[in-house]
């Protein structure tokens, strides 16, 4: 497990809680508009974080901090996750995963064994749209799909949450979206913010009254539909 990066105290990412996040380099997703193009492209570049330091800051804060976040790149390619996580988890403090959901095997089984307590995924696009949204042509829908499918069950407490830029997402993108997230427990559109560290530029994001139309659209089968950044 190699952590490059790490954000002390966050009120933010994990929702009701107070948090700290852990970042993993790498990805397979090549989202043109990622925030953490360095992170993903060369995660070498950064050095990683000692185990040492970071147990031993989560010990100290124990008491203020309820919750880990572990976000990156993508968490579920680093091997030893499941190890790491119980070690944060006999601290007593809580776990998030933010996932892109390809890697559906590891989702599951830290979902079964209990060591996630809540799991945000990002959901690219509609099917149709995913490979050019998320960067990788021949992307396997299908894991997306099951991912989708099983936070759904309600196994874990679980969002769903999408980046919208104009230049990737249109109303017939999020009419399928509506059907392929149908019954969520909550979906956030998160609008895009430029940021000098994308992997490609030239995106741009969507208006109040655009992001207002696309909630009464997924508000028809969803029932907690919510922006961030707006
Ligand atoms: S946005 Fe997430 S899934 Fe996409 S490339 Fe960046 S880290 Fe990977």
Do not use: W
């Amino acid at each position: 497990m190699k952590i490059i990066g790490f954000e002390k105290l966050s009120l933010v990412d994990y929702p009701g809680k107070v948090s700290c996040i852990l970042f993993c380099g790498g990805c397979n997703m090549r989202c043109p508009y990622c925030h953490n193009g360095e992170l993903v492209l060369n995660p070498d570049l950064f050095p990683p974080f000692d185990d040492d330091e970071i147990f031993s800051y989560l010990e100290k804060r124990r008491r203020i901090l309820d919750a880990v976040v572990i976000s990156g790149g993508e968490p579920t390619l680093q091997s030893g996750l499941d190890e790491y996580i119980s070690r944060i988890r006999d601290l007593g403090l809580l776990v998030k995963l933010d996932t892109n959901g390809l890697r559906v095997d590891v989702l599951k089984n830290l979902v079964d064994r209990k060591l996630v307590d809540y799991v945000a995924m990002d959901v690219k696009n509609s099917l149709e749209s995913y490979g050019r949204t998320c960067g990788v042509a021949n992307v396997d829908t299908a894991a997306i799909k099951e991912s989708i499918d099983f936070l759904k069950e309600g196994r874990v407490d679980y969002e769903f949450r999408t980046t919208v830029t104009r230049e990737t997402h249109s109303e017939e993108n999020f009419i399928a979206l509506a059907s392929l997230l149908s019954g969520a427990k909550a979906y956030y559109l998160q609008n895009f913010v430029a940021n000098e560290n994308t992997i490609e530029k030239g995106f741009s994001p969507l208006g109040y009254d655009e992001l207002q139309n696309y909630i009464r659209i997924l508000n028809k089968t969803i029932g907690n539909v919510q922006i961030r950044n707006l």
